[in-house]
């Protein structure tokens, strides 16, 4: 009997005339013989012949074991194979960057990454995660990457290499993928995400754990917001846009973005202390408020957050100056048409001017804060304000209306308010 899979030669048989049971015996023998070929016939095309959607649907699982075991520290040799050099150095690299996250409670999405061979599957992946222990921050952007999964011998689906340099041109490239060589910094109530390439005991990280450290979690009794901050140290806005994509100023040293904190290192190293903590409390503030100022306008949130810098800047000796603002009270500042505006910076393009509502915004939330409610009446006033915005801002009216009615007294005797405490406070 040839054996499986041998070609099958034709030969002349003699004219032999076989009893009905002899045939019937030789019949069973070549049955049973086709039929153990066939088994291992069918076996292959069980393990290599699978559609590429079923292909990708087989290699989920690993996929996602695999990635949890990154994050959670734990031996990943059950779910990779061992392929070329090259595929084992991807693996490598990427478990030595994943696993320097201090992601908790992975989120994992999928989509297929088309692949010829009927033997592997591509796969794309979206992660996103909390970081650090309890208090966990809001969860963070890790990017996408794309993982080659193959099918060995025995027909288990394993994790063969990292193909995310390989397809880049398909993924979007944001979030932590985007700068793999930053340095993390976790502490109490923050997560420093260092991006600027600088040496590890660089000024800036250490102070920007310190800083939100000791302040978070009193603005976070005082506002309810987040517990834990991450804050981005950025080496210019170029690179802060392909962490978390947006439009950024050109100005600022630091803003408050989508849950996170982008600080432009660059700029924001030479205030020195206590300047740059003051911009931390600043950013910090924004980052508790940033549900309660969705629909308020650009005065109340950056008075607030002017008001908390300040604050915190008296405590170490230093302080704003109210020069300025005050000269700008008496030539007839116009308060009210600052407190119309919704656009970043109230659409200003001169830095004084633009310095001189920052300082008029913290005046009239600070008169707010000390004679007519504190937070109560702060909530009262953006509450109020949701809604209200038009495409050109909010109506004069609708500030008019808004003032009144949250804190029983007219703009006008507030702003008279916020006038006479510059003009005593100041030189």
């Not at 153990?36 to 076996?43: L, N, P, S």
């Given at each position: 009997m040839p054996p499986c899979g041998s070609p099958v030669r034709r030969h002349a048989l003699p004219d032999l005339?076989?009893?009905?049971?002899?045939?019937?015996?030789?019949?069973?023998?070549?049955?049973?013989?086709?039929?153990?070929?066939?088994?291992?016939?069918?076996?292959?095309?069980?393990?290599?012949?699978?559609?590429?959607?079923?292909?990708?649907?087989?290699?989920?699982?690993?996929?996602?074991?695999?990635?949890?075991?990154?994050?959670?520290?734990?031996?990943?040799?059950?779910?990779?194979?061992s392929g070329t050099a090259w595929e084992r150095r991807s693996l490598a690299r990427l478990e030595r960057w994943l696993g320097g996250v201090p992601a908790r409670d992975l989120r994992i999405e999928t989509t297929s990454l088309r692949r010829d061979d009927p033997r592997t599957a591509g796969v794309i992946v979206s992660l996103a995660a909390p970081l650090a222990p309890d208090p966990p921050t809001a969860e963070v952007n890790i990017g996408q990457l794309a993982l080659l999964v193959r099918q060995d011998n025995d027909g288990r689906w394993r994790v063969a290499a990292d193909l995310t340099s390989q397809v880049s041109r398909l993924l979007r490239g944001d979030g932590l993928e985007a700068v793999r060589d930053a340095r993390f910094m976790v502490g109490s109530s923050s997560v420093v995400i260092d991006a600027t390439g600088r040496e590890p005991d660089s000024f800036s990280s250490g102070l920007a754990r310190r800083v939100t450290d000791d302040v978070l979690p009193g603005l976070s009794r005082r506002y309810r917001g987040p517990r834990r901050a991450v804050i981005y140290l950025t080496t210019d806005w170029k690179q802060a846009a392909r962490i978390v994509p947006g439009d950024y100023p050109n100005e600022p040293t630091g803003v408050t973005f989508k849950g996170v904190v982008m600080l432009n290192d660059a700029q924001w190293r030479y205030w020195g202390d206590p300047g740059a903590q003051g911009v931390i409390v600043h950013e910090l503030t924004h980052l508790e408020t940033e549900r309660l100022m969705a629909g308020a306008p650009t005065s109340l949130a950056e008075g607030l957050a002017q008001y908390e810098q300040d604050r915190y800047l008296h405590r170490h000796q230093s302080g704003m100056p109210l020069a300025a603002i005050g000269r700008a009270y008496r030539r007839g500042f116009p308060t009210a048409e600052r407190w119309r505006s919704a656009d970043v910076e109230w659409g200003l393009r001169s830095l004084p001017a633009i310095q001189l509502s920052y300082d008029d915004a913290e005046a009239m939330v600070r008169t707010v804060l000390v004679r007519h409610g504190g937070i109560a009446a702060l909530r009262r006033l953006a509450t109020g304000f949701a809604g209200r915005q038009t495409s050109s801002g909010y109506s004069l009216d609708a500030v008019r209306a808004v003032f009144r009615s949250a804190l029983g007294v007219p703009l006008l005797q507030v702003e008279r308010e916020a006038h006479a405490w510059v003009w005593g406070a100041g030189p």
């Open positions: 005339s076989l009893s009905g049971r002899l045939a019937r015996v030789l019949l069973a023998v070549l049955t049973t013989s086709a039929l153990g070929c066939t088994g291992a016939a069918t076996r292959v095309v069980e393990r290599t012949q699978l559609d590429p959607d079923q292909r990708y649907q087989r290699a989920l699982p690993v996929v996602s074991a695999y990635l949890r075991a990154i994050t959670d520290h734990r031996a990943t040799g059950r779910y990779t194979e």
